[in-house]
């Protein structure tokens, strides 16, 4: 104990290591909290991009498709089938892209390290923390007829 604890009682220390470890466990719930809502942002914007990707398949591929592959025939005189088959890879290679942009948005996702280290280390100490041993208080009425 320090010099400034010895006048306090038991209970006002109870009352302050309480205290402490309340704050320490909203401290590692603020931490967590900031690192998950980075995470979040993360999966939000690599989400975007997967939707944008299957909005590019889904709505705008058939018509830029028809257009550019009717300029291809028209342009260098191919077949429709081929200038159809040219148009749908150049979309697929896209689409591809775009997929694999996705994916390293979102393999950029990590579990809170920090809150999970900093969680571990306070459960290390406080399962080192031992209550101090109690002192024998004499009894002076032991043995004594009253």
């Not at 010895?6 to 290591?17: F, K, N, Q, Y």
């Not at 148009?87 to 920090?114: D, T």
């Amino acid at each position: 104990m320090s010099a400034a604890d010895e006048g306090r009682s038991l209970g006002e220390l109870v009352a302050t290591a309480t205290s402490e470890l309340s704050g320490l466990v909203h401290d590692e719930i603020a931490l967590a909290k900031t690192e998950i809502r980075q995470d979040v942002k993360r999966a939000l914007f690599g989400s975007v991009a997967g939707v944008v990707a299957a909005g590019l398949v889904l709505f705008a591929v058939p018509l830029l498709s028809f257009a550019l592959a009717f300029w291809l025939r028209n342009w260098w005189d191919l077949p429709l089938a081929v200038a159809c088959v040219i148009v749908a890879g150049f979309y697929l290679v896209l689409a591809a892209v775009l997929l694999l942009w996705a994916k390293v948005k979102l393999g950029r996702i990590s579990p809170p390290e920090r809150s999970i280290r900093s969680a571990k280390e306070s459960a290390t100490l406080l399962s080192k923390a031992r209550p101090h041993p109690r002192q024998s208080v004499p009894n002076d009425h032991a043995g004594s007829p009253t």
